[in-house]
C-alpha cells in the first residue's frame, strides 16, 4: 500500500510524470520479489 501511496504522491506533486512514477513503481515491485523470493527459499534451505 505504502508503494501506491509512494507512486502516486510522486506524480501528484509533480516530481515525475506519470509513465516515469510508473517504472519507477515497478521496479520497486521487481526489487521486493526478489528480496522476498530469496527470503522464502534461504527458509526452505535453497539458495545455499
Not at 505504502?2 to 502516486?8: K, Q
Request: no cysteine; net charge positive.
Amino acid at each position: 500500500a505504502l508503494l501506491i501511496l509512494a507512486v502516486l504522491g510522486t506524480i501528484y506533486l509533480g516530481l515525475a510524470p506519470p509513465t516515469e512514477a510508473a517504472a519507477m513503481g515497478a521496479f520497486a515491485m521487481l526489487l521486493l520479489t526478489l528480496a522476498w523470493s530469496t527470503k522464502i527459499a534461504g527458509a526452505k534451505g535453497g539458495l545455499k
